[in-house]
């Protein structure tokens, strides 16, 4: 017979043979996990006490699993409607390193189809899993732990097939180990690892608040197909080194809101895919690969955020059919670095690339980036594709500042750009190419409003233009304060080719530029209007372009 500890004003109720009773009506329920059996010495397995005590809440119609402190070694639990799971600090749900304690995807209804059922690497679960619920949370300043590190051998590095070589700058040195393996990812034990730490899918009315994630062996807390979910005051501390390791997964979820929260992870530390009405604000983010990654996501909203990635912001359309529209970047700093390993994204501040699917309907629109400060060691890249132009961006208030990667790993992976996820092809994976201050490609109604670049000493010799765009419509360029990266290059400020329909105004040449606008096959209304070129060598190239000019201060 086992005691089990109500909130005050409750009476004790034995468990055991006979029916447990109710307690009275007015009394929250408080289950005590150590009074059903758990031992929390960090070497007992745990896990049929924790389900006993989240079975019994929800028989109650609802209640608390309380953790006092101690380390609950678990495999796989479900959470259950209408409980909370209340971890005490020093309290730590840790995971199982036995995987035979974990469970099969499919024995809780997931599967392999991204974006619909998907939910981390492999074909296991991992500790929490709570699906069609509501009223589900999980608070406490204690921690859940993975054990991530227990399934990696961290003297292997994790390489995949999803490049080619020949195309990139480096040819067959590209990413070569001679130049660092530090940055990871690592590869995984032969036995694999468990899947993601936390599941809640199909799940309404979920909240997370002040709890620590770490260690994680794959995604860190996913929210699939769920609503009315906020994440407050949460810490995800994972290691650097594992791939797929991401720190907040939002796949076909609504009305989602995360805030002060930091986040550390070798993957994406939130990603995106086919939600709406979701807001972050307030939150710290580090990552090796993107820190923000949107795909086929509407009306969201992303404020007062600092990001030290591999990748800064990342918006994709890798379906061809699907809309990210509706969605404002403001307030935030961004650091990239460049850095070996198979990490997708090449220090890219901003990054928003589309595919072209079988419909050509696939779109990314309507997205500003307003106050955004970044230190970078690569340019802002807008990739469009014939079928899918991306259209109405809108950049407010940009300061780039394009500093010197480490000499070593601008040999490995440096002057390339990397459209792994959006085209498959492998000539365009990862390919050769200079890199501009900000680079567009098909895109329609490309607004830049105050937008200043500055470049760092000793750069790479495939640092470039500070603007360039190709392939375009209705492009505005307003207050940029820039020129090349290099004083004595023959590149351009703002270059321009295969175009229509130009506007640029009350913008500055910096000291040092050389030719500040190059127009190559730019055609319909080209407005040059109030801009100070005293500091250029050359106003256009070729001289004679076709401008409608006033107010303007020309070279000496």
């Known amino acids: 017979m086992v005691c089990i500890l109500l909130a005050k004003g ?29 031992a929390g010495d960090g070497k007992s397995l745990d896990t049929a006490a924790i389900k006993k005590a989240v079975t019994m809440a929800a028989a109650f119609g609802g209640g608390t699993v309380l953790f006092p402190p101690g380390n609950y070694v678990t495999g796989t639990f ?11 600090a020093g309290a730590v749900i840790e995971g199982s390193k036995n995987l035979a304690d974990y469970g099969s995807i499919y024995d809780y209804g997931l599967g392999r189809v991204y974006g619909v059922n998907y939910s981390g690497e492999g074909f296991k679960v991992g500790l929490i899993v709570a699906r069609d619920v509501k009223n589900i949370s999980i608070i406490g300043r204690g921690a859940i ?44 034990k032969p036995e694999g690892r468990p899947g993601t730490m936390i599941i809640l899918s199909n799940a309404k009315n979920v909240l997370l608040r002040d709890v620590t994630l770490r260690n994680a062996p794959n995604w860190t807390l996913h929210l699939a197909n769920s609503e009315d979910a906020v994440v407050t005051g949460v810490h995800i501390e994972n290691s650097l080194l594992l791939p797929n390791n991401d720190g907040i997964d939002c796949i076909g979820s609504h009305n989602v809101h995360f805030s002060d929260c930091d986040i550390q992870a070798g993957d994406d530390d939130f990603a995106f895919v086919s939600s709406e009405n979701v807001n972050v604000t ?4 580090t990552s090796h690969s993107a820190g923000i990654r949107l795909e086929d996501t509407r009306y969201g909203t992303f404020d007062n955020l600092s990001i030290h990635s591999n990748r800064g912001i990342g918006v994709f359309d890798n ?76 950049f ?6 394009i500093r010197a990667p480490k000499p070593s790993v601008a040999q490995s992976v440096g002057g390339n750009f990397d459209l792994r996820w959006v085209d498959t092809s492998m000539a365009n994976a990862v390919f050769k190419h200079d890199i501009p201050a900000i680079y567009c490609r098909y895109t329609d109604g490309f607004k830049i409003q105050g937008f200043k670049i500055i470049w760092g000493n000793d750069l ?16 505005s360029v307003a207050d940029l304060e820039g020129r090349q990266a290099f004083g004595s290059s023959a590149n351009a400020a703002i270059a321009l080719r295969r175009g229509s329909t ?13 030719v500040f606008l190059l127009l190559l096959g730019v055609t319909g209304e080209r407005l040059f209007v109030d801009n100070d070129l005293s500091q250029a060598r050359q106003a256009f190239q070729p001289e004679k372009a076709l401008l409608k000019l006033h107010g303007n201060e020309m070279p000496n």
């Open 396 to 401: 407010d208030q940009i300061r780039l500042e």
């Open 145 to 188: 732990d993975g054990n991530g590190n227990d399934f990696f051998d961290f003297s292997r590095p994790h390489d995949s097939h999803d490049y080619d070589a020949r195309y990139t700058r480096q040819g067959k040195d590209f990413m070569n180990p001679k130049y660092g393996t530090e940055s990871g990812p690592v590869e995984m």
């Open 460 to 475: 790479p010799n495939y640092f470039s233009n500070a603007i360039e765009c190709e392939d375009f419509h209705d492009l």
């Open 319 to 394: 379906s061809g059919e699907g809309v990210t529209a509706h969605v404002l970047f403001s307030n935030i700093t961004i650091e990239t670095e460049l850095i070996t390993g198979h990490w997708w994204g090449k220090a890219e501040p901003i990054y928003i690339a589309t595919k072209a699917g079988p419909t050509g309907k696939g779109v990314v629109r309507d997205v500003r980036f307003t106050n955004i400060t970044a230190e970078a060691e690569s340019g802002i890249v807008i990739y469009g594709s014939p079928g899918s132009i991306i259209r109405d961006i809108t």
């Open 78 to 88: 479900e959470l259950l409607s209408n409980v909370t799971l209340d971890l005490e």
């Open 10 to 38: 409750a009476a004790s109720q034995e468990v055991g043979p006979q029916k447990t009773k109710s307690p009275a009506a007015d009394a929250p329920v408080v289950l005590n996990v150590r009074d059903l059996g758990a």
């Open 282 to 285: 307030n939150c710290s983010m």
């Open 502 to 514: 130009v506007s640029i105004r009350d913008s500055r040449a910096a000291k040092g530029t050389g």
